[in-house]
C-alpha cells in the first residue's frame, strides 16, 4: 500500500509539473513518514478483513455477545423457523422501542 502510494505521489508531482511547466520535483515526498506508515498498516488491517468480511462481522458480533446461528445448517423448516423467531424479536424490540 505505501509503495503505491509513493508511486501516485510520483505519478500526481509530474502531472503537476507538467500542468504547470514547473519543476517540482523539490517537493518533500517524506512529509511525516510516522503518519504513511499508520495509515499502511491500519490499511493492511482493513484490506484483509475485508476480504474476510462475513468471517470478520461474525466474530464482531460475538464478541459484543450476540448468539450467532448458522442457519445455513439447518434444514428448510428448521431455517424458516429460526427466520420467523428473528423477525418476532425484532417486531417486539422496535415495538418497545416505540413505546419508550
Known amino acids: 500500500m505505501i509503495r503505491s502510494q509513493h508511486v501516485a505521489t510520483q505519478a500526481n508531482i509530474a502531472l503537476l509539473s507538467a500542468a504547470d511547466n514547473d519543476d517540482l520535483s523539490y ?3 517524506n512529509f511525516q513518514p510516522e503518519s504513511l ?3 499502511g498498516k491500519s490499511g493492511s488491517v482493513i ?3 475485508m476480504r474476510r468480511y462475513r468471517e470478520s ?3 464482531g458480533l ?3 455477545g450476540y448468539t ?3 442457519a445455513s ?3 428448510d423448516d428448521e431455517s424458516g423457523a429460526i427466520i420467523e423467531s428473528v423477525k418476532a424479536a425484532s417486531e417486539q424490540l422496535y415495538t ?3 413505546e419508550a
Open 27 to 29: 517537493v518533500d515526498q
Open 37 to 39: 506508515q499508520t495509515w
Open 47 to 49: 484490506n484483509v478483513e
Open 57 to 59: 462481522v461474525l466474530a
Open 62 to 64: 460475538v464478541e459484543d
Open 68 to 70: 450467532v446461528i448458522d
Open 73 to 75: 445448517d439447518a434444514d
Open 96 to 98: 418497545t422501542e416505540c
